[in-house]
């Protein structure tokens, strides 16, 4: 192994560990830290690992269309304010010193080191800044600091972590035919709003989170069709139909967990935590359900109710209409007893329709953990 090699190698290595130690960073001093240490970083890796010519016909084309796709989307966001109203955020020079800043100097100078080592061709520099990538996503989301639940471990990953997948995906092709530059104008137009704009539209997080899976491998579709014909295969990667396949399931994947977090997109799905449903619905199953609105419910229906600020799922064993409302009673299969007192219509939150055995076992573990 040359002296360039490894110099590659230990640049790659070094990144996404320094981004692993500021991930306990509370979130009023990870973007200072992290914009100080992304441009050090940017810096020494510039100095250090040996520069090799990236091919790049029509650069600035894909620059200007870059930014072109980023205004329009940006317009397009805020159209939604039209169906979801619009919320405020105060807008303070120390904000923007403390946020808004540093995050650009941290999309400026991780482009320029992705693509520093992507320019080496090496698989393994690859595979490890992307890791990196990732874990910047998750830094400039507010890195895992202060307590960890369950429920905020799901939204950093079905929110922050499975949008990054997708979008470094489309940074990191970039990167690699066109250099960083595409790629910075991109996320400066797409994520930099948030610390800049006193006003936003109200969407749903799931809803949002649903979008930026989908739109970087739409962009990424529409740059290699517009303009690989026109460029030399040399520089091309092959997937093969087996890559093809894989990145089609996890982008399955991904898009189905975003759409049923907060069930936005009718369905919703469930980890079941507890025995209480033994045999119908096992312990580490995901129950799916239908958002309820309005259905019948009857006796024998499974149903996810929320009681005493809690999810369960069980099964109704009774109704009854006293004083015009509707009383459900409701009991766990494996339960020698109904549930104490009975629900209404306001606390049910859908219709088990089926369930999926033994997937939600890792979140389990999850809580475990993090209990």
């Known amino acids: 192994m ?3 090699r490894k110099v590659l190698y230990m640049a790659a290595a070094l990144w996404p560990v320094a981004l692993l130690l500021l991930l306990p960073v509370p979130r009023q001093y990870v973007y200072i830290i992290a914009a100080a240490l992304s441009a050090a970083a940017a810096v020494v890796i510039s100095v250090f690992v040996s520069k090799r010519s990236i091919y790049a016909i029509v650069k600035r084309q894909v620059l200007g269309l870059m930014a072109v796709m980023g205004a329009l989307y940006l317009v397009l966001y805020y159209l939604t304010g039209t169906e979801y109203g619009f919320s405020r955020r105060t807008i303070t020079p120390a904000l923007l010193l403390m946020q808004a800043l540093p995050i650009a100097v941290i999309i400026i100078t991780h482009e320029i080191i992705r693509s520093i080592l992507l320019a080496g061709r090496s698989r393994v520099a690859d595979v490890l800044c992307y890791i990196a990538s990732l874990l910047g996503e998750l830094v400039i989301a507010g890195g895992l600091a202060g307590q960890m639940s369950q429920s905020r471990m799901v939204d950093l990953v079905a929110l922050v972590l499975f949008p990054a997948v997708t979008g470094n995906l489309l940074y990191h092709y970039l990167a690699r035919r066109y ?21 936003y539209p109200a969407v749903p997080h799931a809803l949002l989170a649903f979008a930026n899976v989908l739109l970087p491998m739409a962009v990424y579709a529409f740059i290699s069709l517009l303009y690989e014909k026109k460029k030399k295969r040399a520089t ?41 449903m033994t045999g119908e619905i096992n312990q580490g199953d995901v129950a799916i359900y239908e958002a309820y609105d309005g259905q019948i419910v009857s006796e024998g229906q499974v149903i996810v109710f929320t009681k005493y600020g809690r999810k369960t799922v069980h099964r109704v064993v009774d109704v009854q209409r006293v004083n015009g409302q509707l009383r ?4 766990g299969d494996a339960n020698p007893a109904w549930d104490s007192g009975y629900i209404t219509q306001a606390d049910i939150n859908g219709l088990v329709r089926c369930r999926v055995a033994y997937v939600g076992y890792p979140s389990l573990w999850l809580r475990q953990i993090f209990r």
Not at 191 to 196: F, G, P, R, T
Not at 255 to 269: E, H, K, L, N, P
Not at 328 to 331: A, P, S
């Open 328 to 331: 459900y009673y409701t009991k």
């Open 2 to 4: 040359n002296t360039d």
């Open 236 to 276: 091309a990667q092959g997937k093969g139909v087996v890559g093809y396949v894989a990145m089609a399931l996890v982008l399955l994947l991904m898009v189905s967990t975003v759409m049923m977090i907060s069930c936005q997109f009718r369905f919703g799905a469930l980890v079941i935590a507890t025995g209480s």
């Open 179 to 199: 250099g960083p530059w595409p790629g910075v104008v991109w996320r400066l137009i797409t994520v930099l709003h948030a610390s800049l704009l006193p006003v």
